[in-house]
């Protein structure tokens, strides 16, 4: 019903930049947070940043200063842009959303749900 389709993933070096998107498509009345996590093999998954439909933004302590999360919601896509990137950066990223879906019936029928994207991978050389 929802889909969440992520790119801009790859390989750069230290000190490098990248700017991941993600992107909802379906059958979408309202989407409040949109999140970005990162999970790499052996280690917990972390919040990484995440956005209200307002615009607050909240950061992990460990990307605060270097990584910014915006969105455009006329597109429904978040983005994260991510500068000065660290070797302990390297993970695999995913993006979430809280989505509104409306299913017409006799009358309307709301449900707010979690979304998750694919992931895509992040490494930085060392």
């Known amino acids: 019903q929802v889909q969440l389709v992520e790119s801009g993933g790859g390989l750069v070096q230290p000190g490098g930049s990248l700017r991941l998107s993600c992107a909802a498509s379906?059958?979408?009345?309202?989407?409040?947070?949109m999140d970005w996590y990162r999970q790499a093999p052996g280690k917990q998954r972390e919040l990484v940043a995440a956005?209200?439909?307002?615009?607050?933004?909240n950061y992990s302590d460990s990307v605060k200063g270097r990584f910014t999360i915006s969105r455009d919601n006329a597109k429904n896509t978040v983005y994260l842009q991510m500068n000065s990137l660290k070797p302990e950066d390297t993970a695999v990223y995913y993006c979430n959303a809280e989505v509104l879906t409306v299913t017409v019936v006799d009358g309307y029928a709301e449900s707010l749900d979690d979304y998750w994207g694919q992931g895509t991978q992040v490494t930085v050389s060392s």
């Open positions: 956005i209200t439909s307002g615009g607050s933004t």
């Open positions: 379906g059958s979408i009345a309202r989407i409040d947070t």
